[in-house]
C-alpha cells in the first residue's frame, strides 16, 4: 500500500488568520512577504470581476483563476474567503449551479481586507 499519508490542516474560520504572515516570514524576508500581501490585496478586487466575466466566456479559466485565488488566500490567512472560493470552485467542477453571484463574494473579501488593515494598523502602533 504506497498511499501517501494525508495530511489536513484545520483552518480557523476567521476573516483574517495572522498567523498565516507568521509562517511565511519563516520562508521569506519581511519586505518580500509585504510584497506578497501587497500584490494579492491590489488584485482581488479585479480578479474576482475577471473570474465572473470567465464564468460565461471560459469556465475553465474561470476555475483556474479560483483555484490559483482560493489557494494563495488561504496561505495568506484569508482563511473565510480563500473557503469561500473553493466552495465556489468546487460548484463550477461539479456542473452545479453557484448558489449567488460571484460578486457576492466581492463583500466578504472586503471584510477580510478591513480585517488584515485592521492587523496592520495594530502591527504599526
Known sequence: NNQ???IA???SDVLYDETAAETLKSSF???EVSSIYNEFVLSARNKLIRAQQLLDEDKEQCIKLLHRQASTALQLG???YGAELKKIERRLLDNKPL???LSDVIVLWQSSLEQYLMHVRNQLS
Do not use: G, H, Q, T
Request: glycine share 0%; charged share 40%; aromatic share 6%.
Open 29 to 31: 524576508s519581511d519586505d
Open 78 to 80: 484569508f482563511n473565510r
Open 9 to 11: 490542516v484545520e483552518l
Open 4 to 6: 501517501a499519508p494525508i
Open 99 to 101: 448558489k449567488e453571484p
